[in-house]
């Protein structure tokens, strides 16, 4: 498969959709008016777009096509490595041929397992099912009021009606995230801030590599409901990664509808002092913004090589007492960062700002 052009985020918008660096199979179709089946040349064998495993993988999903007759709907498939090694894949069907075979496929596979030269996925032998396979176990609970989601590694509660879209999230046992909500904001004769309220929640997928939950409502505030909106929470057997697909449809008047902004907004609990509290603005490539609330480093007294260490690596600093006294005894004074605010006003560049309490 061809690598896709790059793509601004103004091209991704206006264009509807955009392929990344994913996990494909090198395949080649006949698209015509009279074309009778494509030809796939090796179809099993997988690769990744840039060429290499990107540096963050945290669950990969990709689709692979069939020749008309090759498969039927019953057969399983799976996953092999280099050396003949099975591995934990998920398979859906995506589309059939008029025949009922399968046309294209679905896959997923968790964190744990990253595709490289010389893997494949394999169909079976008709009425043979895939081997198990160890790993972490993906797990969906449904409730009355809520759907929660527990990957092995975090565990994500999901109401099904009302303006909370994520209830919560924890981490062994700890809480990360919570109150998590869809927020807009319309100017004209004044600011007005609208909250989308869920009315609709399914579960598309559940399991065992790959969960998917569907999210339908609309933003909401002093009684006008408008700007549907459409949210797919992704999660990972094993991951702990929240991966979000969020689109909606703009319904209001374009002469007096402005908006100002959509966004996702979370309340995040803080335990830690403002000195080992850290804020990070992840970028392209490798590209990172990185402060502590409270920063130690750069001042007129030093507080010591590990602490300076410490905040630059956004690790916890060492123990207060180990502190130079000239910055332990006044550590009050030094200002901490109450607000820290990323605004993207183009699609090429954007702006933080920052301010104390």
Known sequence: MPKLPELNRRQFVTGGAALGAVAAGTATAAVAANATAPTVTDPQALRWLDGATPPLHAGTTWGLPWARGQVQRTQAFVLRDAQGSTHALQTWPLAYWPDGSLKWTGHAVPPAVAPGAGWQVQPLAAGQSAPATAGPVLKVEEGA??????????????????????????????EILRQGRLVATTEGQGTTPFEGHVENLSIEQRGPQRATVRLQGRHRAAGRDWLPFDLRVYLYAGGDALRLMHSWVFDGDPQRDFIRGLGLRFDVPLRDAPHDRHVRFAGVGNGLWAECVRGLTGLRRDPGAAVRAAQLAGTACPPMDSWHPSVRNYLERIPAWGDVTLTQGGPDSFQIKKRTK
């Open 145 to 174: 009021d809520s759907v929660t989601v527990d990957t092995g590694l975090i565990r994500v509660v999901l109401p099904r009606r009302g303006a909370v879209l994520i209830a919560s999230v924890t981490r062994g046992g700890v």
